[in-house]
């Protein structure tokens, strides 16, 4: 149980394109899900929190408008790079929050993300 | 702002040995401290840790949490190639917005085990 699936698992696109990752909790409903990015050789980096029904909260230095996150329902959230560019080529990754689970937070398998 | 540190960075050893990976943090409102394997996908969740002084334990895998001196240390007895990874810790906070908490990443250590 519990799981979260994420699609694409890897995209390649040209500069400038904007790019659609979802997030999808299986067999749970999340109304809280979280968005991270990790580049090579870092750790995770949270880059907002996302709730069903409102308005994401980012974190500080993350742009809104680059970044554009929608939780239109329970079981899905979609980070939207706009506009993309190479230095927002990252593994992103997200997570849903299920209560009384043994673990806070659900990953992901994660999106690589190679812009040309 | 809050702060995790893991030590080492990188640790290389052979199949057999025992390793001790540590994580020192100094965040606001603390919940709890948890413990990640990563290979090459998202993490695979192996421990969260609530109270102080109780390990736990899963396999050849234990981990303490001590809330007085903020530190956490994750143990692998026994290594196996399959150990292999980067392992991330990460205190969960409480924060605004969310009923179910912020999770802050440490910057991970690199476990390489040869055969």
């Known amino acids: 149980g519990a799981v979260v699936s994420q699609h694409p698992s890897w995209v390649i696109c040209k500069s400038g394109t904007s790019v659609k990752i979802e997030c999808r909790s299986l067999d749970f409903q999340a109304t809280t899900m979280f968005w991270y990015r990790q580049f090579p050789k870092q750790s995770l980096m949270l880059m907002a929190t996302?709730?069903?029904?409102?308005?994401?909260?980012?974190e500080q230095g993350v742009e809104k408008d680059k970044f554009l996150i929608n939780h239109a329902s329970l079981t899905l959230s979609t980070l939207t790079v706009t506009s993309a560019h190479p230095e927002d080529s990252s593994f992103y990754i997200c997570?849903?929050?299920?209560?009384?689970?043994?673990?806070?937070?659900?990953f992901g398998d994660g999106t690589r993300l190679s812009i040309l | 702002e809050d702060k995790v540190v893991q030590s080492p960075l990188s640790l290389v050893v052979h199949e057999g040995d025992t390793v001790t990976l540590n994580c020192s943090y100094e965040?606001?409102?603390?919940?709890?401290l948890l413990w990640y394997k990563q290979e090459k996908k998202a993490p695979t969740f192996l421990f969260m840790l609530t109270s102080s002084g109780i390990e736990k334990k899963s396999g050849r895998l234990s981990s303490i949490l001590d809330k007085k001196e903020l530190f956490s240390i994750l143990n692998i007895t026994a290594t196996q190639t399959g150990d292999s990874a980067i392992y991330l810790c990460a205190p969960l906070i409480n924060a605004g917005g969310t009923s179910y908490g912020k999770l802050t990443f440490g910057q991970g250590t690199i476990l390489t085990v040869h055969p």
């Open positions: 997570s849903a929050s299920l209560v009384n689970s043994n673990q806070p937070q659900h």
């Open positions: 996302s709730n069903e029904g409102s308005k994401a909260t980012y």
């Open positions: 965040v606001t409102n603390f919940r709890s």
